[in-house]
């Protein structure tokens, strides 16, 4: 099991820029792969983008593609969300999520989870 810690949240007006960070507790995170979630209150947890374990290969939802960017940087065992452009829509709390062995979109596939941040975009 591998603990994470999201940071990075706040509020931004619509079209600024924020970036999250997501720290994982162990130096063997390069052996999982690694994303984003976000979630608002009464829905299901949503994909934002993800990665693999060597950072080589990104997907995102169709929602985000072209305004924000996943990374990470295993030598320091830390993902980013760089978040450009951002739209009220966007507001939701988001999560950092790994597993070793899945790497899709699906949320309830990810066996470790942060304790999210709030982002607020507002009008």
């Known amino acids: 099991q591998i603990q994470l810690v999201e940071s990075g949240g706040g509020l931004v007006q619509t079209g600024g820029s924020l970036r999250l960070s997501c720290a994982a507790s162990r130096r063997t995170f390069s052996l999982y792969a690694a994303g984003w979630f976000r979630q608002t209150p009464g829905k299901e947890r949503e994909f934002v983008a993800n990665i693999d374990r060597s950072g080589a290969r990104t997907d995102y939802a169709d929602s985000v593609k072209g305004r924000f960017t996943i990374s990470r940087d295993n030598t320091k065992s830390m993902m980013y969300l760089q978040m450009n452009a951002l739209k009220p829509e966007d507001t939701a709390v988001y999560y950092c999520?790994?597993?070793?062995?899945?790497?899709?979109?699906?949320?309830?596939?990810?066996?470790?989870w942060g304790q999210g941040t709030q982002v607020t975009v507002s009008s």
């Open positions: 999520a790994a597993d070793e062995y899945y790497s899709g979109r699906y949320h309830r596939s990810y066996d470790d």
